[in-house]
């Protein structure tokens, strides 16, 4: 029984153990500038377009669904609040995560473990380098940092849409979409939503390193790696929402 | 007992196990600055692990190596990067970064030894450098490839991409340099260019080195031949071969134990039954 188990627990080992040594080397030098500059381009100019296209079309759908609702007990002035608040806590964080984990985890995934097949991860190690230090640790710090200006953006441009459908469907000013979905948010709600895609990155960029760093057994080694990359990092994406929203209702809900 | 500072690399009753198959099974040798070393043995027999195990890529489970005079067998990782630096290391499929150019690839580790002794910002390429730059230009003609500087890795053939691999292994001047398998998989002809150069490298920095091969006529070439810098060719070693045959020692592993060690000559007249067998079936 127990044995079953093994692969398991050392496996959680070893992705705690990268991830110690990924954050340790933030403190440490040397650092690698110019990798995470390239990495911050990477991941987060090459995934803005799309980021910005699924955010504009959540914002949309969710004007669109709302507005029906509301319009029956002729509360559609509150569509801005409602797309408002679903997009900055929720849907804002969740849906950009997933797009970027799709995008990078996969990405860093494959990178990773193709240098992992070709020997050049053992290269990079006799000729000096720490790979850990040299690749994941860039990896990481770009993806935190980025995901959560993503998010932002994303957040902004969804709330643009929901103004789009208000405005031309529901007829509601410029001031009145604007006015009641930025009023509605407290700072509790901006900071949850800026903690979670920083989480996100965390899992995302981690995740990613990890299953690279691991790939053995050639190409096919390489693709199931970045199979497990993606599919594990969106499946935290969600498990970890639910808890940190959890964990934030227990810690601000209003008495 | 603890080697002199001179010595460059000790293994001292060295065993490392993956499963229940030894890769490598008590193996003890040390090696002198100028020497030459030859390892061989069938695939499997232990001798990449070996290399692996000298500067610290694997952990053996007993025994204990020392590299440049220091204990590396407890070494941390982090202590082992300095050390590494000054070791040349031409992997097995060449080891080449495919997403650097030619010349990004024979400057990396100029860089990354600059990096690590002035823990400066660290920098991913070495354009602007004109020292880095003259440097890489230099080492590439020294193998021949200087037309190549800005081309990717996969465009150059196997033979090519070996010698951008003895290149980037050799452009910090180490005092040791490991070959492995430098000559696999290439035609005869090729694998002559190669061993030229490995010979120009030895002889004309008097570099230790080690060079792991499963070709007999490999080793028989950097035991007898020397690099002539006059003619640019390699050449049988002038007073007979007793003076490359001194430094030059031949290892042969057998399932991850050390069945032999010895000069050439002595080599050929071993009755160890794998060694001779070795030998009749390599052609020597």
């Given at each position: 029984m127990l044995d079953i188990l093994k692969p398991a627990v050392e496996a959680f080992q070893d992705f705690v153990l990268l991830s110690v040594r990924a954050v340790r080397n933030i403190f440490r030098?040397?650092?690698?500038g110019d990798d995470i500059l390239i990495q911050m381009d990477v991941i987060g100019v090459g995934s803005l377009f799309i980021v910005s296209l699924i955010g504009l079309f959540t914002g949309i759908v969710m004007a669109l669904q709302m507005a029906r609702a509301l319009t029956i007990y002729g509360a559609q002035d509150q569509v801005g609040q409602i797309v408002s608040i679903t997009l900055v806590r929720e849907l804002g964080p969740v849906l950009t995560a997933v797009l970027v984990a799709g995008r990078n985890a996969s990405g860093i995934a494959s990178e990773l473990g193709s240098m992992k097949v070709t020997e050049q991860i053992d290269a990079m190690r006799a000729l000096g380098t720490d790979p850990i230090q040299k690749l994941v640790t860039p990896r990481l710090i770009a993806t935190a940092v980025v995901l959560p200006l993503l998010t932002i953006i994303s957040d902004f441009i969804g709330l643009a849409g929901g103004y789009f459908i208000a405005s031309t469907m529901?007829?509601?000013t410029f001031s009145e979409y604007w006015t009641s979905a930025w009023q509605v948010l407290e700072y509790n709600d901006l900071a949850q939503g800026l903690i979670k895609p920083f989480v996100f990155a965390v899992v995302i960029a981690l995740v990613g390193c990890f299953y690279g760093m691991r790939t053995s057994g050639g190409t096919q080694g390489v693709g199931r790696s970045t199979t497990s990359a993606v599919v594990s990092s969106s499946v935290w994406i969600f498990v970890l929402t639910a808890f940190i929203t959890y964990v934030w209702n227990r810690a601000f809900a209003k008495q | 007992m603890t080697p002199s500072d001179s010595t460059i690399l000790r293994f001292e009753d060295v065993s490392l196990h993956f499963g229940a198959t030894?890769?490598?099974?008590?193996v003890s040798f040390e090696m002198q600055p100028g020497q030459t070393f030859v390892i061989q043995g069938a695939a499997g027999s232990g001798k990449t692990i070996l290399l692996k195990v000298a500067v610290g890529l694997v952990r053996p489970d007993s025994g204990r190596v020392w590299l440049f005079g220091q204990e590396?067998?407890?070494?941390r990782e982090q202590d082992l990067f300095d050390l590494r630096t000054r070791v040349g290391i031409l992997f097995q499929e060449g080891g080449l970064f495919d997403s650097l150019t030619v010349a990004e690839n024979v400057a990396y580790p100029l860089i990354n030894r600059r990096i690590l002794h002035h823990a400066v910002k660290g920098s991913s390429n070495g354009n602007g450098d004109p020292a880095i730059e003259e440097r890489v230009r230099e080492t590439l003609r020294f193998v021949e490839l200087?037309?190549?500087?800005?081309?990717?890795?996969?465009?150059?053939?196997g033979g090519m991409r070996r010698r951008v691999g003895i290149a980037r292994a050799v452009v910090t001047e180490p005092a040791l340099v490991l070959y492995d398998s430098p000559t696999a998989g290439l035609d005869p002809i090729t694998a002559y260019t190669i061993i030229s150069l490995i010979l120009k490298e030895r002889d004309q920095r008097n570099t230790a080195t080690i060079m792991v091969t499963h070709r007999f006529q490999d080793g028989h070439l950097m035991a007898n031949f020397r690099y002539n810098p006059n003619s640019g060719q390699i050449e049988r070693a002038a007073g007979g071969s007793n003076s490359g045959q001194m430094s030059t020692k031949f290892l042969v592993m057998n399932a991850g134990r050390l069945v032999f060690e010895g000069t050439e000559s002595e080599m050929q007249a071993t009755q160890d039954p794998y060694v001779r067998k070795f030998l009749r079936l390599g052609g020597a």
């Open positions: 030098s040397p650092h690698y529901l007829g509601l | 030894p890769a490598l099974d008590h590396i067998t407890h070494l200087e037309e190549t500087l800005d081309k990717f890795p996969n465009e150059l053939s």
